[in-house]
């Protein structure tokens, strides 16, 4: 983005300057393609809708998203805990996973809490992914945290 700055003194005119701002996601952020673009979604359904809804009027706003930009997506997806050679009864559905290796946490609360952050990791931990974006559309500005656990797998 290319922006033209004019510098005032005293009110009155002193210099005319351009400068180009570059915003970028490092490519050595794990999925910075993909995030780059989920984030956007997140900001365009936060957009539309603003704060106030409950979780599920955001997930289906995503998911029309997702369907509508052919982004490849599972809802409610299902984990199994392994203990010792057997499957634990207690299963995590995770929101979302995209890309077939982006976990989506979606919420709607005034702030985020570590509960929020464990679920993330739990979420990691059981699929074997190493990312995970938490977002939190019960904001009057957009949060969200992208949340790696390397060497998962």
Same mark, same amino acid.
């Given at each position: 983005?290319?922006? *033209?700055?004019?510098?005032?003194? !005293?009110?009155?005119?002193?210099a005319?300057?351009? &400068?180009? &701002?570059?915003?970028?996601?490092? $490519? $050595?952020?794990?999925n910075?393609?993909?995030?780059?673009?989920?984030?956007?979604?997140?900001? @365009?359904?936060?957009?539309?809708?603003?704060?106030?809804?409950?979780?599920?009027?955001? +997930? @289906?706003?995503?998911?029309? $998203?997702f369907?509508?930009?052919?982004?490849?997506?599972?809802? $409610?997806?299902?984990?199994?805990?392994?203990?010792?050679?057997?499957?634990? +009864?207690?299963?995590?559905?995770? @929101?979302?996973? /995209?890309?077939?290796? &982006?976990?989506?946490?979606?919420?709607?609360?005034?702030?985020?809490?570590?509960?929020?952050? !464990?679920?993330?990791?739990?979420?990691?931990?059981?699929?074997?992914?190493?990312?995970?974006?938490? /977002?939190?559309? !019960?904001?009057?500005?957009?949060?969200?945290? *992208?949340?790696?656990?390397?060497? !998962?797998?």
């Amino acid at each position: 983005m290319t922006v *033209r700055l004019k510098l005032f003194v !005293n009110n009155k005119f002193a210099a005319d300057s351009q &400068i180009t &701002i570059n915003y970028y996601m490092p $490519e $050595e952020y794990l999925n910075a393609k993909e995030t780059y673009q989920i984030i956007g979604i997140f900001f @365009d359904v936060h957009k539309n809708l603003g704060k106030g809804f409950s979780e599920i009027v955001y +997930k @289906d706003a995503l998911e029309y $998203e997702f369907q509508s930009l052919n982004i490849p997506y599972e809802r $409610e997806k299902e984990y199994c805990v392994n203990y010792k050679d057997t499957v634990l +009864k207690h299963k995590f559905y995770a @929101d979302f996973v /995209v890309f077939d290796s &982006i976990i989506l946490e979606v919420k709607s609360t005034d702030c985020f809490n570590n509960n929020h952050y !464990n679920q993330c990791l739990n979420y990691l931990k059981v699929s074997g992914n190493e990312l995970a974006l938490l /977002v939190n559309f !019960n904001t009057i500005s957009l949060e969200y945290k *992208r949340i790696v656990c390397s060497n !998962n797998k």
